[in-house]
């Protein structure tokens, strides 16, 4: 017996989910788990089915009977092996805590991914990645290197077979270009406060500022700095007995359960994008 993840989108029309999961049954599928949402605004349906076949079944007849209702529903769809594994680079500088919470959960079976590669401009953390048998590649960057570095990380994602980039407090800003080449298989993870605030010591101008919340926000990468889809947010309430240290503890706590939180999400198929925003089947 195999396990399979169906996901898709389409406009929404009366039969539509009828339609699909009769083509599961009818060719042995058997449903485990079914997430549908209907979107008003926009009028699609979005769809998320993981479903098992019996040990003789062919997927690809699937994939055939799949294709074929493409047209007539307007699919938008991708079926895949719920085993499968995705292969993922993180990209890290100095700060060490979302590599290190990344790979405890890795290690430890609960983050259903390969964490192939560590990728840094800087040699900090390569002894995190050592000690965890992670192959490290150091990529320093320049104003001057930049264009050779991000060809250098194209290169190791082909030669990887990188399916997913995290970038796990990479204290660089893509470029444009290797932005789109990454589009919706690229996350990233940055502070986010109410209010929010950008540049240096960001955890001390919140202290300044009296916040009552601190947290985090989890999104895939865009040529929009720091505003690509969002996956997963966490918040935790703070006071004026905080210290800005305080805070900074805090908010890397945060950092590293959303970020964990997007990966697994998106490992497993459960993140649909929809133009700037996602459709998150969250179990």
């Known amino acids: 017996m195999s396990r399979h993840v169906l996901t898709l989108s389409c406009p929404e029309t009366p039969g539509t989910v009828h339609a699909i999961t009769s083509v599961l049954v009818e060719n042995g599928g058997d449903i485990v788990e079914h997430q549908q949402f209907d979107d008003r605004l926009s009028g699609k349906l979005f769809l998320r089915t993981e479903f098992t076949l019996p040990g003789d079944a062919d997927p690809e007849v699937l994939r055939s009977a799949f294709l074929g209702m493409q047209s007539r529903w307007q699919l938008s769809w991708q079926l895949r092996d719920a085993s499968a594994r995705p292969r993922v680079a993180i990209m890290v500088s100095r700060f060490g805590h979302c590599l290190n919470d990344l790979l405890f959960r890795w290690r430890s079976g609960t983050l259903p991914v390969d964490i192939a590669l560590v ?33 250098r990380l194209l290169e190791l994602i082909a030669e990887q077979r990188i399916d997913l980039v995290v970038l796990a407090r990479y204290m660089q800003v893509l470029s444009d270009d290797l932005c789109k080449r990454l589009d919706g298989r690229a996350i990233n993870i940055h502070h986010s406060f109410l209010p929010s605030f950008k540049g240096a010591k960001p955890y001390h101008q919140a202290h300044a500022r009296g916040v009552k919340h601190v947290g985090a926000t989890a999104h895939y990468v865009t040529p929009d700095l720091d505003e690509g889809p969002i996956i997963e947010q966490e918040l935790s309430r703070v006071d004026h007995t905080h210290t800005p240290e305080d805070l900074v503890t805090i908010g890397r706590d945060a950092e590293c359960l959303a970020l964990a939180r997007a990966v697994r999400w998106h490992a497993e198929s459960r993140v649909l994008l929809h133009h700037n925003r996602t459709v998150v089947f969250r179990r």
Not at 124 to 139: I, R
């Open 119 to 151: 990728v840094s401009n800087h040699t900090t953390l390569e002894p995190m990645a050592t000690a965890a048998n992670v192959p490290f590649e150091h990529v320093p960057v320049t104003p001057e290197t930049k264009p050779a570095a991000e060809a």
